[in-house]
């Protein structure tokens, strides 16, 4: 009897007493691939200029929160284990405990070839501040209290983490080090990664994980993997701790021409396609090919055809409306390149570094010829919203983002509707080995990482963006091609069609108020005025105001993306 209460036990057990995604450790379903030889990527140790860094990934667990936080599953606190000889613990790593463990810290060592000064690039600390404890919380936890040190530095030092213990005893100044000052560099806060309560709760202590304040394709700080304390009663004091800089501002660490190519062989995302979507990629050439037309402000009854390199575009300049694109005139042809040409369609991949040339970003541009027209859910109507959202020319792109250290894909950003998300590789679909999978919304095309549907908007109403996957499909590792890696000056030469700086699309052609009354004339007179709200807060690009510009006019070509 003793056995089938035991088993009728576990039948009902709370799925409080699951185990924790964390418990499990995430890896990429196939091997990290051997590169091609180079010189400084993927060795493992990467020199700022005095100061060396290396990625450690394997860690000991000291404390862990059972309750709060995302998904109200509390978050655990770790050591850096493994730390090679001569490197140093530069603060403990945290995550929280509804995904998979996936996370690392930097370990440093001091060389000898310190430009800054002849005092070491390291230093142990002179002292700690306790900045939070657990003994009088009432919470779930495991592994006793915690008790989170901040190092104090010596003068002209900075730290930039943490020490955690299960002791209230101070840690030994020997436990971890600080960074020379011209070694440090500003943070700010990024996602949150536990606090006492279910959401973010400014009156309530929180954790969040960090990045550099200045980041892009010239920013010189370097991303450290640990997180910062926010104080009770106050925002996030980014001033505790700092991240690294790469004072050599050297690019030794980025891959070679022979490695991007393998990084894209490996990584190269699997794109799948709405079973309804009607409106597909092509090629630019393919574009050019097909009948595009190239428009000149006073001159709109003498449009050029385009040269299929895109020779013929004005070059350089800003956004300035004198030039723009547009499709083939005659009927046929004009849906006929509405449609696309997936079978030889192409993803246009820019390599760029990111965290002082620590961390690889591949931002992959896809074309599409057009944007189908928008869809709305309204209470729980479901409408057309005519020739909304319809335009020519559409850019997409997904971001790939590689550790220098070690070759290994970290996160991919997908460039939702109304901003992206970059998401760890521990929550990503993977399809033939490591194969990020992908998907586009239908007519809109926006990236997602899961199928389904999200609602661009707020409450009941907004715009659809259904993602599914359908029989379509756009491996974006057959026929790549890289179209812009400044840092390999011109090993890379760009497609003239690149440095067009203007419109891929014409100014609106249709009659919007027309468009949108007919679609709130059929709308019960309950929801007309939330409708109107709606719509008022549309961007002009979906409203088909203006035509989209290229990859190059984006923000994130030169700077980091927007997550």
């Not at 004005?314 to 046929?332: F, R």
């Not at 859910?377 to 959202?389: A, E, H």
Request: with cysteine; hydrophobic share 35%; glycine share 10%.
């Amino acid at each position: 009897m003793g056995l089938f209460f035991s088993l009728l036990a576990n039948l009902f057990k709370k799925g409080d007493d699951k185990p924790l995604p964390i418990e499990s450790i995430f890896k990429l379903p196939s091997p990290i691939p051997k590169f091609p030889p180079g010189d400084g990527f993927a060795t493992g140790v990467i020199d700022l200029g005095g100061l060396q860094v290396c990625q450690i990934s394997t860690f000991n667990k000291i404390w862990s929160a059972l309750e709060g936080g995302p998904d109200n599953k509390g978050a655990t606190f770790y050591e850096p284990s493994s730390i090679p000889d001569g490197f140093f613990m530069l603060g403990c790593y945290s995550q929280p405990n509804n995904r998979p463990l996936f996370g690392w810290i930097l370990a440093a060592k001091n060389v000898t070839n310190n430009s800054f000064s002849s005092h070491s690039s390291l230093a142990k600390p002179t002292d700690y501040s306790l900045i939070w404890n657990s003994e009088s919380k009432k919470i779930k936890q495991d592994g006793g209290n915690c008790y989170i040190w901040l190092p104090t530095p010596p003068e002209a030092y900075k730290p930039v983490g943490y020490v955690v213990t299960n002791s209230p005893e101070k840690p030994s100044v020997e436990k971890i080090r600080c960074v020379q000052s011209e070694f440090a560099d500003a943070i700010e806060v990024d996602r949150w990664i536990w606090g006492l309560d279910k959401k973010i709760n400014t009156s309530n202590i929180n954790m969040y994980e960090t990045r550099p304040k200045d980041r892009g394709v010239n920013a010189l700080s370097v991303s450290t993997g640990s997180f910062v304390v926010q104080n009770v009663g106050a925002t996030a004091d980014v001033s505790l701790v700092y991240c690294l800089k790469n004072t050599k501002n050297n690019l030794v660490a980025m891959p070679n021409l022979s490695q991007v190519e393998a990084l894209i062989q490996a990584y190269s995302p699997v794109i799948y396609f709405h079973p309804d979507e009607a409106y597909f990629p092509s090629s630019v050439d393919w574009f050019f090919q097909n009948g595009a037309l190239l428009y000149e402000n006073g001159k709109e009854s003498e449009p050029s055809p385009i040269q299929p390199n895109g020779s013929n575009l004005p070059q350089g300049g800003s956004n300035d409306d004198l030039y723009w694109l547009d499709l083939p005139k005659d009927d046929s042809s004009k849906e006929r390149v509405k449609k696309g040409d997936l079978a030889h369609s192409c993803a246009y991949f820019h390599i760029k570094p990111m965290f002082g040339a620590t961390f690889t970003d591949i931002p992959l541009w896809v074309f599409y010829p057009f944007n189908g027209p928008a869809r709305a859910k309204v209470g729980i109507f479901n409408v057309s919203l005519g020739k909304i959202g319809e335009h020519v020319g559409d850019w997409e792109h997904l971001t790939l983002r590689v550790s220098n250290y070690n070759g290994e894909l970290k996160s991919v950003y997908f460039s939702e509707h109304s901003g992206g998300h970059m998401i760890d590789a521990s929550d990503i679909e993977f399809e033939n080995g490591n194969k990020p999978v992908a998907y586009a919304s239908l007519h809109g095309h926006a990236f997602y990482s899961k199928p389904g549907l999200v609602l661009q908007g707020s409450g009941t109403i907004g715009i659809r963006n259904d993602a599914s996957k359908g029989k379509m499909m756009m491996d974006t590792g057959i026929a790549p091609m890289v179209v812009a890696a400044e840092y390999l000056g011109p090993v890379v030469v760009e497609p003239m069609w690149l440095n067009y700086n203007r419109k891929w699309g014409p100014k609106i052609s249709y009659d919007i108020t027309n468009e949108i009354n007919k679609v709130r004339n059929v709308l019960p007179k309950l929801l007309r005025g939330p409708f109107d709200k709606f719509v008022r807060g549309l961007p002009n690009e979906l409203l088909g105001e203006e035509g989209p510009t290229g990859p190059k006019m984006k923000n994130n070509w030169s700077g980091d993306e927007k997550y």
